[in-house]
């Protein structure tokens, strides 16, 4: 980052007989005793230029706009515009928001925010992004309710507010009174205090935030009382489940047997909408029986004649010979095949939706909340005003709640039929027709003479993704603002070209995305084009530099950009001992990847002894994630990318045979279970003072590189299709 922006944060009293504060970002004026904060904005150069910094600067002009209040309990509440999926974002905010305030954590309440349509690009999760977005302006926001308390309680005592000061939720005079959070609640509410300097801490100053803290819904999320989209008490919202087409896409003509059906025991309803032909009954078993019970004539999808041979056929065929660039010069050729991939998150989609003639009331896990309402109002007819959108917790995402095709489903099947509705996918539902990752085809080549690397050359095809969802909209509006070109490309484009970098000086590099407009169910899946991309350049690194005669690790270091990357890197090596004699079989394997201004090294160790059942034994893993804000909660982002990466590396893909996925649960897409995972994984978090990064989708790559790596070098073969084991070893349940 080269350049920085100033900005102000503007706070203002919520109408409320307790402390409830708001921050707007001041671009234009300057309000006396507010405090200012440098914020990077992206710098010219199209190739500096981080995905975070567009969604950043799309959402800049709302970012500010965030609530947090303090009850007469001395209990805060913060209103979060993020969806928290399982990645431990309340758990951080309410790090900040503790850290700024001086509460302890127990004291601190995260709610997620309804749907806001005046945060515009505000309000979207995904991309690494939270952390980097929220960091500041939570800050801010907290800061502001801390002064106002320091202010409430200094002009009671008739004392200046910096003569007193607060821990733990008191704020104590030097003579030695004190006063609760809770009791000066409702003062700190009043107008009249005058100008009061907010001014978050220096970082130095940090007692929690950086410290490893274990999240603020564990005891819920293990003791089954977390409540998810289905646990909650909805009154008369029925279940109902929706018979789906036999292929991707595949249209309603006609329901044969509707009146036998809904004679069935407890069925309510059968409605047919746009995807299917919903079912809504007294109790989910009734809504299963009746919907398979359903007989239906099907229209056709979108890609009922293409199976996986057909569509690598297309992918190989839209990427560009590298024929042109064979110099005479020594070279590495690659091509390499990446199967659809299930985000397969515990919680299938699920909704309850409530459509009434004056309004609708709308609840799921959704990460895109204002795109989902303005697509409701849409359906349902209703002006946006009208429908409310409460975003619920949900288990598991990696891209999939990005859309909010359940929500949607959920408000058509209660318009049409009249009642409250709790809608719920199958798993089978979920993995056949839910979001996947595009399938890619990679054809690279890396030119060398005299030890140097002279070219890389790198072209993608992808089947599209489809980017309908709202992040899209936000990377156009940030990216068409910049002097870069970006604003012309496609959101695809932008995207790929946002996120996949080189950290590697390798001479003149080319990164090139094509995308195959195939209609299938496509979407964001955890680290998007970086995980494929990235980790098929990590394997020819390797190669590159077996032909260079030249150790791996070594290699890599002698050619990464900057001595922040090199740290993480020495880190694993060091950590994880490499080098180290194997026995026959075994081996190790390291990878890099550097994306959302953070970056990871990693290494692992396979046993390999049975190729056809390949089991990572040990990972070590080292990050540069920039200033952390919790320790624990990003171990546990770089173990999941870990065994994403392990899943579909070596076992876990889809299918497409005819228009469809085969997979239809967990034990046909074989996604890592326990036994796959190494007992053996240590994990550094490196202390640094940069700006916030992103981790949440940043260990993947690096993952998928190390263990495609050691596979190679374990069984002495060079792996090309992923993942390596990638049988038809159940059989499909029917369509």
Not at 672 to 683: E, L, T
């Amino acid at each position: 980052m080269t350049g920085h922006a100033r900005r102000r944060f503007l706070t203002y009293l919520v109408a409320a007989p307790t402390l409830a504060v708001a921050t707007r970002i001041g671009l234009d004026g300057y309000a006396p005793g507010t405090a200012e904060a440098a914020i990077p904005t992206p710098p010219a150069p199209a190739d500096l230029v981080d995905l975070g910094d567009l969604l950043i600067l799309a959402g800049q002009p709302t970012a500010g706009m965030l609530v947090l209040s303090v009850d007469e309990d001395g209990v805060v509440h913060f209103r979060l515009p993020r969806e928290e999926v399982g990645q431990g974002l309340t758990t951080a905010v309410a790090m900040l928001v503790a850290e700024e305030l001086d509460v302890p954590l127990d004291r601190v309440r995260v709610q997620l925010e309804d749907a806001r349509p005046e945060l515009l690009f505000n309000q979207l999760t995904g991309s690494s992004n939270s952390i980097r977005s929220l960091y500041d302006p939570v800050r801010h926001t907290a800061a502001a309710a801390r002064a106002r308390m320091v202010g409430a309680a200094a002009k009671q005592w008739g004392l200046n507010a910096g003569d007193v000061t607060v821990r733990q939720g008191v704020v104590t005079a030097p003579d030695g009174r004190t006063a609760s959070y809770g009791t000066l609640s409702a003062a700190a509410a009043s107008h009249d205090l005058g100008s009061l300097l907010v001014t978050p801490k220096k970082e130095s100053e940090h007692t929690l935030v950086g410290t490893p803290t274990s999240r603020i819904d564990a005891r819920a999320l293990v003791t089954g009382r977390q409540a998810y989209t289905l646990d909650l008490d909805v009154p008369g919202a029925k279940p109902c489940m929706v018979r789906r087409p036999p292929t991707i896409n595949g249209t309603v003509k006609a329901v044969n047997n509707e009146t036998v059906v809904r004679a069935m025991p407890g069925v309510l309803d059968v409605v047919a909408i746009d995807t299917g032909v919903a079912v809504v009954a007294d109790t989910f078993g009734q809504a299963l029986d009746a919907k398979e019970a359903l007989d239906v004539t099907w229209g056709g999808g979108t890609v009922d004649t293409l199976s996986d041979d057909e569509i690598r056929a297309k992918l190989k065929a839209a990427t560009p010979s590298l024929d042109p660039l064979g110099l005479l010069v020594s070279k590495v050729d690659a091509e390499f095949d990446f199967a659809f991939a299930s985000h397969a998150p515990m919680e299938t989609n699920s909704a309850v939706a409530d459509v009434r003639a004056d309004g609708a009331e709308i609840w799921s896990g959704m990460k895109s909340p204002i795109a989902a309402q303005a697509a409701i109002a849409a359906a349902v007819g209703l002006p946006v005003g009208k429908v409310k959108v409460h975003v619920v917790q949900s288990g598991g995402s990696f891209g999939r709640r990005l859309f909010y095709d359940a929500a949607l489903e959920a408000a058509v099947v209660s318009k049409k039929s009249g009642r409250p509705v709790r809608l719920m996918w199958s798993r089978i539902d979920d993995m056949r027709h839910g979001r996947m990752r595009p399938a890619t085809h990679h054809r690279i080549r890396a030119t060398y003479a005299l030890g140097q690397v002279l070219t890389f050359v790198h072209q993608v095809a992808a089947v599209e993704t489809d980017f309908r969802h709202g992040l899209g909209d936000a990377i156009t509006a940030a990216a068409a603002s910049l002097p870069t070109g970006l604003g012309n490309a496609t959101f695809a484009q932008t995207l790929f070209l946002t996120t996949v970098k080189s950290p590697y000086n390798f001479g003149v590099t080319t990164q090139a995305l094509t995308e195959v407009p195939l209609k299938m169910h496509t979407g964001s899946w955890r680290s998007v084009y970086s995980a494929n991309t990235r980790g098929a350049e990590e394997i020819v690194v390797d190669e590159l530099a077996a032909a260079l005669r030249r150790d791996p690790v070594s290699f890599r270091r002698s050619f990464l950009k900057n001595e922040r990357q090199r740290a993480v890197l020495d880190k694993v090596a060091q950590e994880g001992d490499w080098g180290r004699t194997m026995p026959a079989g075994w081996a190790q394997g390291v990878g890099f990847h550097e994306e959302y201004m953070s970056c990871t090294a990693c290494l692992v160790e396979i046993d390999a002894t049975d190729p056809k059942r390949p089991r990572v034994t040990k990972a070590v893993i080292a990050a540069d994630v920039g200033r952390p804000v919790n320790p624990r909660g990003l171990e546990a982002q770089l173990l999941g990318g870990l065994t994403d990466a392990i899943s579909t590396t070596l076992r876990a893909g889809l299918h497409i045979d005819k228009g469809l996925p085969l997979e239809g649960s967990y034990s046909q897409f074989h996604y890592a279970r326990q036994k796959d995972s190494p007992r053996d994984v240590r994990i550094f978090v490196l202390p640094t003072d940069h700006e916030p990064g992103g981790a949440g989708e940043l260990g993947v790559p690096a993952a998928v590189g190390a263990i495609a790596n050691a596979y190679a070098r374990a069984t002495g073969t060079r792996p090309r299709s992923f993942p390596v084991n990638f049988d038809v070893d159940f059989t499909p349940f029917p369509r």
